[in-house]
């Protein structure tokens, strides 16, 4: 299959997806997903290459699920779509959410050697393993971002942020009391919340 028959099949799979969603919204007044349907469109626009329907998707994403954490390939995808639409610091923020969903995510894409992170890792999503999971959505990365998603891995404000978010899951691997486990993890999202989508 040559890349514009994948880039086509993933268009059309994105629209079957945005417009059953919008079916059952208009039907039930909600969207019922325990799924993760309604990652799907995102996803696919963005490997389909089409930036101006991405760039309609994740808005309406965001509306209907405000409060959606999201899913590492999804916030990949709305990363890379902000990237593409030149909107520089929703990107990084969506780029820093992405990286730190999963650890693993973008030194894969990159080319750089993973190795087990010593740490807890809270659900299957942000193992080295969920890699094998969505291969085929990875390998429909554009290339023409790799750089971009390598420049931003490198610089000092990701990097920090790997490194607290490290410290704090190594910590909560082998703290057991309720109490300090939560202090833990309120230290962590109030430092994330400062500087997630910060430069330095």
């Known amino acids: 299959m040559t890349s514009t028959e994948k880039q086509k099949r993933y268009r059309d799979r994105a629209n079957r997806n945005w417009r059953a969603l919008r079916k059952e919204q208009q039907q039930f007044g909600a969207i019922s997903d325990g799924g993760g349907k309604r990652y799907l469109a995102g996803i696919y626009y963005v490997l389909a290459g089409e930036t101006e329907k991405s760039s309609t998707y994740f808005p309406w994403f965001e509306s209907e699920f405000p409060d959606d954490v ?91 942020l790997r490194w607290e978010y490290v410290k704090t899951y190594h910590a909560l691997q082998s703290e057991k009391e309720v109490g300090e486990r939560r202090r833990l993890l309120r230290s962590w999202y109030e430092y994330a919340e400062q500087r997630v989508g910060k430069n330095g």
């Open 70 to 160: 999201g899913e590492p390939v999804f916030l990949l995808c709305w990363a890379i779509a902000a990237h593409e639409s030149g909107t520089v610091e929703d990107a990084r923020y969506r780029f820093h959410l992405a990286m730190l969903s999963n650890l693993y995510l973008i030194p894969h894409l990159i080319g750089e050697p993973i190795e087990k992170i010593d740490m807890w890792h809270s659900s299957n999503r942000d193992c080295a393993e969920y890699l094998f999971e969505v291969e085929e959505w990875l390998n429909g990365i554009p290339p023409e971002v790799i750089p971009w998603l390598k420049a931003e891995y490198e610089m000092k404000g990701a990097a920090q």
